[in-house]
């Protein structure tokens, strides 16, 4: 099993940028697949990336790419989510989930067996 926690979540003005950590506990990290999700209210949750347990393999949804980088450090036991060019309508609860199951891309939040608890993005205009 791993634990996982966010931090790094904050009020920034649009145009600015953030990054999100996700501390994970556990000896196997590196066998966990993660994935950034987040949820704005009123919505579902939202896919964002997903990085391979090695880190040698990314993805992203369209609507992040180039502006959001996934990365991790299995040294550490840390994910991170970059952002850049943050936008009002990134405003959300972003999280951060591991999957020590599947290979490839996984967008559905259900494959994803481990989750943190949140931390909150405000973007003002």
């Known amino acids: 099993q791993v634990q996982l926690e966010e931090s790094g979540g904050g009020v920034v003005q649009a145009g600015g940028s953030l990054r999100l950590s996700c501390a994970a506990s556990?000896?196997?990290?590196?066998?966990?697949?993660l994935g950034w999700f987040r949820q704005a209210p009123g919505k579902e949750r939202e896919f964002l990336a997903r990085?391979?347990?090695?880190?040698?393999?990314?993805y992203y949804t369209d609507s992040v790419k180039g502006r959001f980088t996934i990365s991790r450090d299995n040294g550490k036991n840390t994910g991170y989510l970059q952002m850049n060019g943050l936008k009002p309508e990134d405003t959300a609860v972003y999280y951060c989930?591991?999957?020590?199951?599947?290979?490839?891309?996984?967008?559905?939040?259900?494959?994803?067996?481990?989750w943190g608890q949140g931390t909150q993005v405000t973007v003002s205009s």
């Open positions: 556990g000896r196997t990290f590196s066998r966990y697949a």
């Open positions: 990085i391979s347990g090695s880190g040698g393999t990314t």
């Open positions: 989930a591991a999957d020590g199951i599947n290979d490839g891309l996984l967008t559905v939040d259900s494959g994803y067996g481990f």
